[in-house]
Nanobody, 128 residues
């Protein structure tokens, strides 16, 4: 069984930076990748960034250059670093894991229905 536990998000001023963390368990020695999604009220979850065990990354085009995903395999942790936050970044952010794939072989990185384990979500609020 895989579990993902997210850090608290918080409130940030526009232009600020924030790092979200996601600690996972139950996936040791398994091929997998972890993705970050964001969800605004009444909207579908959207993929933001992903990273696999080999350190390969994948980003939604609109966030490239402003968001970075990283991992610490020794700590079973994945991080989402968001720079220059804007009010439109105010969403609930989720991490999720997908077992059995890496970012070199998967076809649709951010197909949310393919992820079986999800973090609890964390609210990020950006004020102008």
């Amino acid at each position: 069984q895989e579990y993902l536990t997210q850090s608290w998000g918080g409130s940030v001023q526009s232009g600020g930076n924030l790092t979200l963390s996601c600690v996972y368990s139950g996936m040791l020695y398994k091929e997998h990748y972890v993705a970050w999604f964001c969800q605004a009220p009444g909207k579908m979850r959207e993929g933001v960034a992903a990273i696999d065990r080999e350190g390969a990354t994948n980003y939604r085009d609109s966030v490239k250059g402003r968001i970075t995903v990283s991992s610490d395999v020794g700590k079973n942790a994945v991080y989402l670093h968001i720079n220059n936050l804007q009010p439109q970044d105010s969403d609930v952010y989720y991490c999720a894991s997908r077992i059995g794939w890496n970012l070199q072989t998967v076809l649709n990185v951010f197909s949310s229905d393919q992820f079986l384990a999800w973090g609890q979500g964390t609210q990020v609020t950006v004020s102008s």
